[in-house]
């Protein structure tokens, strides 16, 4: 997808990954939220590093939110 994806990819796999490893999230609940986070989150082209740290802080909180609705195994 190109522009901040990388960036929203990112911050929700750690989100998801430290989920999963608390105990709140299965395994396969880690794509679920990585994947769900970049499909609600819009991708701009590009920007400073304010646009990522905004980008940023956005997808962890989005990720964090359906982490702690998704379903357990």
């Given at each position: 997808?190109?522009?901040?994806?990388p960036?929203?990819?990112?911050?929700a796999?750690e989100v998801?990954?430290q989920?999963?490893?608390g105990?709140?999230l299965p395994f396969?609940?880690i794509e679920?939220?990585v994947?769900s986070?970049?499909?609600?989150?819009?991708?701009?082209?590009?920007g400073?590093l304010d646009?990522?740290?905004?980008t940023?802080a956005?997808?962890?909180?989005?990720?964090?939110?359906l982490?702690?609705r998704?379903?357990r195994?």
């Open positions: 997808r190109g522009g901040t994806a960036v929203v990819l990112n911050a796999n998801a990954v989920a999963f490893l105990g709140r396969l609940g679920g939220v994947e986070t970049l499909a609600q989150l819009e991708h701009a082209a590009h400073g646009v990522v740290l905004a940023d956005e997808a962890r909180r989005v990720a964090a939110d982490a702690r998704w379903p195994a």
